[in-house]
């Protein structure tokens, strides 16, 4: 059974730094595209970041593009999302997810419907 486990969110003022965690576990993590989307008050689930695991490929979007890092850790199955300079409109409940397809292009990432496997969600708010 696969599963995927997210912490490490909480509430922070702008400017401040969060490290979230995902966890994977009954999955071969070397194979997959892990994910993080996160979804907002009244929005909808948007995508965040992606990373391959087999080339270490990494796709961001633009509204995070150069504060947030996604990362793998092997050793642990373990993704990291870092996440420095937080906005208030930052704010949003972030999932983790996990692809096991493989696409040449990195817009098919950046949909959520590529991906068959998800976490419960961290809650992140950002105070102004």
């Known amino acids: 059974q696969v599963r995927l486990v997210e912490s490490g969110g909480g509430l922070v003022q702008a400017g401040d730094s969060l490290r979230l965690s995902c966890a994977a576990s009954g999955v071969t993590f070397n194979s997959l595209t892990m994910g993080w989307f996160r979804q907002g008050p009244g929005n909808e689930r948007e995508f965040v970041a992606a990373?391959?695991?087999?080339?270490?490929?990494?796709w961001y979007a633009d509204s995070v593009r150069g504060r947030f890092t996604i990362s793998n850790v092997n050793a642990e199955n373990t993704v990291y999302l870092q996440m420095n300079s937080l906005k208030p409109e930052d704010t949003a409940v972030y999932y983790c997810?996990?692809?096991?397809?493989?696409?040449?292009?990195?817009?098919?990432?950046?949909?959520?419907?590529?991906?068959?496997?998800w976490g419960q969600g961290t809650q992140v708010t950002v105070s102004s």
């Open positions: 990373a391959r695991r087999t080339n270490g490929s990494t």
């Open positions: 997810a996990a692809s096991p397809k493989f696409y040449s292009g990195s817009y098919y990432y950046t949909w959520a419907i590529t991906y068959d496997y």
